[in-house]
C-alpha cells in the first residue's frame, strides 16, 4: 500500500498498518526534515524495522540531497537478516507498483568470524583469534 506521511509518499510492502507505524513514520519524518535526531520505541513485534525502512527508503529517494545513506546497526545476526529480509521485501514491492526496484545500493556486513570460509581459521570461534589468523 502507498500511504501518505506528512506530505511524502511511503510504499508500505504489506497489506496492513498499525496506527502506531504511522505514528512511528511521522515522528521520523519530522526529525528527518529537522536533520535531528530521535529516540524512538515500540514494543517487539509491531513493524519497526519495515517502518523505518519504509519511510527512510522513501525519503532518500524523494529528497536524495538532504538524505543519502542509512547505516543500520545490530546486536545480533538475526537482526541484520531480518532487516535484509524486509529491505528485499519493500524492494519487490517497488518493482511491483513502478515496474522497478529504487536505485539503491543495499549492503550487509559482519565480523570475520562469521563470514570466514577457511575452516581451520573459522573452527577458532573467538573473534580476536579469527582475526588475527585471517591476517596471516
Same mark, same amino acid.
Not at 72 to 79: A, D, L, V, W
Not at 111 to 132: F, M, P, T
Given at each position: 500500500?502507498?500511504?501518505? !506521511?506528512?506530505g $511524502?509518499e511511503?510504499?508500505?510492502?504489506?497489506?496492513?498498518?498499525?496506527?502506531? @507505524?504511522?505514528?512511528?513514520?511521522?515522528?521520523l519524518?519530522?526529525? $528527518?526534515?529537522a %536533520?535531528?535526531?530521535?529516540?524512538?520505541?515500540?514494543?517487539?513485534?509491531?513493524?519497526?524495522?519495515?517502518?523505518?525502512?519504509?519511510l !527512510?527508503i522513501?525519503?532518500?529517494?524523494?529528497?536524495?540531497?538532504?538524505?543519502? %545513506?542509512?547505516v543500520?546497526?545490530?546486536?545480533?545476526?538475526?537482526?541484520i537478516? %531480518?532487516?535484509?529480509?524486509?529491505?528485499?521485501?519493500?524492494?519487490k514491492?517497488?518493482? @511491483?507498483?513502478?515496474?522497478?526496484?529504487?536505485?539503491?545500493?543495499? !549492503?550487509? $556486513?559482519?565480523?570475520?568470524?562469521?563470514?570466514?570460509?577457511?575452516?581451520?581459521?573459522?573452527s577458532?570461534? @573467538?573473534?580476536?583469534?579469527?582475526?588475527?589468523?585471517? @591476517? %596471516?
Amino acid at each position: 500500500m502507498k500511504i501518505d !506521511v506528512d506530505g $511524502l509518499e511511503v510504499y508500505f510492502p504489506y497489506d496492513y498498518i498499525y496506527p502506531e @507505524q504511522i505514528l512511528y513514520m511521522s515522528e521520523l519524518k519530522k526529525t $528527518l526534515d529537522a %536533520k535531528g535526531h530521535c529516540l524512538l520505541e515500540m514494543p517487539s513485534g509491531t513493524g519497526k524495522t519495515v517502518s523505518l525502512l519504509s519511510l !527512510v527508503i522513501a525519503y532518500m529517494l524523494r529528497f536524495p540531497d538532504h538524505l543519502d %545513506k542509512l547505516v543500520y546497526c545490530s546486536r545480533t545476526i538475526p537482526e541484520i537478516e %531480518k532487516c535484509v529480509e524486509e529491505l528485499r521485501n519493500l524492494f519487490k514491492y517497488y518493482e @511491483q507498483c513502478d515496474g522497478k526496484p529504487p536505485s539503491l545500493f543495499a !549492503v550487509a $556486513l559482519s565480523a570475520r568470524k562469521n563470514l570466514c570460509i577457511n575452516e581451520s581459521v573459522s573452527s577458532l570461534r @573467538q573473534g580476536s583469534l579469527v582475526d588475527g589468523a585471517c @591476517q %596471516k
